[in-house]
Structures are given as structure tokens and as C-alpha cells.
């Protein structure tokens, strides 16, 4: 259970093209989705949280009009990376939080997005 | 500020124990995870730690000191598949604050 799908898995794309991520909680309605950014070899950070319905908290640091985050039901989440240039190129991690979470496994994740911007 | 800290890089012999180190300074604590990730793919759940005392899961244990602020995750009878980089986590299902990572190396 609590299976949470990420597409496309690997995307390469010119520099100035937008970019639509898609995380989707398979078996279980997710109140809460987090977007995570990685670089290589450094750890995962925190990019934003949006809860369904309402509009996304982004970290500091982080350009909302760059990365939209759109969470319009209880099963999809998603990130477009606007006018994305090679700066952008990462690895893109989505997770999500269940409506009543178990006390051991706080979020579960998809299994990312590399995204290659030439 | 938030921060854990992690050794960079653990070397271990293939069936040897290896302890992977985690201090954190963070305000408020809501518990310890331990997450495993292999190159190219997602962060795996391993284990979490909200009171202190050691979690054990088969060959993985997860230890945590709430008065030392520090934890670890203890690896067992290593396999060359434990290769991969190990990450502590702060939070919970409301905000998970990764470590800076531990990438372990299990030679044969």
C-alpha cells in the first residue's frame, strides 16, 4: 500500500520550455504533497508543500513563479518548471502525506523525475 | 536553522557491521528517520526513531538520544547491495528536513 507514482521518470528538453511533473497517490488520498530537489551527490531539499485545494507554501529560496505547483485533488500533485534554462537540471522528488499517516513512515515517495534542460 | 550532520563517506567489508552517525540541531523534534537511496532512484524508508533507544528492522537498527540530539543507523552483515547513500531525516509527515548524507561503500 501507499504507492505514489511520479511521470515522466526522465525528461530532456531544450532550454526555455516548460516542464509538467506529475505525482500521483495511487491507493490512498493524499491531504499533503512535498516537491524535493536534488543535486548530484547532495541531499534532497525541501522545495515546497501544497495542500489540496489551497495554494503551496515554497521554502525560502525557492521561485514560485518558476516552479508552479498546482494540487487540484487528493491524488495529484503537480510542478511545472516554467522557462526552464540548464541551471534547473536535477532530480525531482515528489512525496506525500496520507490522511491519517502511520507514526513510522511520515511521507512516501515517488520515484523522481531527472530532469536535463540543454 | 535546521541542520543534520552525516559523515560523507563510510568504507565497510562485505559482512562486517557499520554505523552511519547523525547529530541534528533543530527547533522542535518530532523524530528520526533513516532513509536508504541508490543511485538514480528514490529515497527508501528504513526506519524511525521517536522515542530514545534502538528500532531494530532485521539486518537494520536505528538508534536515537533526544538529550544528545544524535542518532545512528547500525547496518549488519553487509551485502554489496547496502552500497548507496544513507540519509537521517528530522520531521515528520508534515516536514521532513534531510541530512547531508552519507554515501557507504561495501567492498568485497
Known amino acids: ?6 511521470h515522466p521518470s526522465w525528461v530532456i528538453c531544450k532550454s526555455g520550455t516548460s516542464v509538467k511533473i506529475e ?9 499533503t504533497m512535498f516537491w524535493y530537489r536534488q543535486f548530484p551527490k547532495q541531499s534532497l531539499m ?7 485545494g489551497s495554494k503551496a507554501t515554497y521554502e525560502q529560496g525557492v521561485e514560485k513563479d518558476k516552479f ?3 494540487h487540484a485533488s487528493l491524488t495529484l500533485s503537480t510542478l511545472t518548471v516554467t522557462s526552464a534554462h540548464p541551471e534547473d537540471s536535477s532530480f525531482y522528488i515528489c512525496s506525500a502525506r496520507e490522511r491519517n499517516p502511520g507514526e513510522r513512515q511520515p511521507q512516501h515517495f515517488g520515484d523522481g523525475t531527472r530532469l536535463s534542460i540543454l | 536553522g535546521q541542520s543534520l550532520e552525516q559523515p560523507s563517506e563510510v568504507t565497510a567489508v562485505e559482512g562486517a557491521i557499520v554505523q552511519i552517525n547523525c547529530t541534528y540541531q533543530t527547533s522542535g523534534f518530532y523524530g528520526l528517520s533513516w532513509y536508504q537511496q541508490h543511485d538514480g532512484g528514490a529515497p527508501t524508508f528504513l526506519s524511525y526513531n521517536a522515542l530514545d533507544g534502538l528500532e531494530e528492522t532485521g539486518r537494520f537498527s536505528s538508534f536515537l538520544s533526544r538529550s544528545d540530539s544524535y542518532g545512528y543507523l547500525l547496518l549488519q552483515e553487509l551485502q554489496m547491495k547496502d552500497s548507496a547513500s544513507y540519509f537521517c531525516a528530522s520531521g515528520n509527515s508534515y516536514k521532513l528536513i534531510f541530512g547531508s548524507g552519507t554515501r557507504l561503500l561495501v567492498r568485497p
Open chain 1, 23 to 31: 505525482c500521483r497517490s495511487l491507493d490512498f488520498q493524499a491531504t
Open chain 1, 68 to 70: 508552479l505547483i498546482n
Open chain 1, 1 to 6: 500500500g501507499a504507492v505514489v507514482s511520479q
Open chain 1, 46 to 52: 525541501l522545495m515546497a508543500t501544497s495542500n489540496e
